[in-house]
């Protein structure tokens, strides 16, 4: 039980939205292109532990996407810990999203 409510407070404290789920087919240029259904993931935005990882994964969330650019112009300074919980965690695939600012400073340098 301890770990189930551990598990619900990850999802909705560590995790900025809800779980992606993939969609079954997708309209394309080139026809109808097929995904899983069964594929989860979580956009991160925020510290996630390896525990909270783990507990995501034990909920069949095994896809993270983590920001480590923040629209401010500067590095997520906790991108390499959450990448690093992500694998360690369990999780099947880890990617990073950001968020460039092209008015902030030096648009190439970001």
């Known amino acids: 039980m301890l770990t189930k409510v551990l598990c619900v407070v ?5 995790v900025s939205g809800l779980p ?3 969609n079954t087919t997708v309209e394309s240029a080139l026809g109808t292109v097929g995904y899983p259904t069964n594929y989860y993931g979580v956009d991160v935005s925020q510290p996630v532990s390896e525990a ?4 995501l994964v034990g909920e069949n ?3 993270a ?3 480590c650019f923040q629209s401010t112009g500067h590095v997520d300074p ?6 690093a919980n992500a694998h ?3 999780m099947k695939r880890v990617d990073a999203y950001m968020f460039p600012c092209p008015t902030c400073h030096n648009p190439g340098g970001q």
């Open 61 to 63: 969330l095994v896809h």
């Open 78 to 83: 906790s991108c390499a810990d959450s990448v």
């Open 20 to 22: 992606i789920r993939s």
């Open 10 to 14: 990850a999802l909705l404290g560590l």
């Open 88 to 90: 360690a965690g369990g």
């Open 52 to 55: 909270g990882f783990r507990c």
């Open 65 to 67: 996407m983590i920001r």
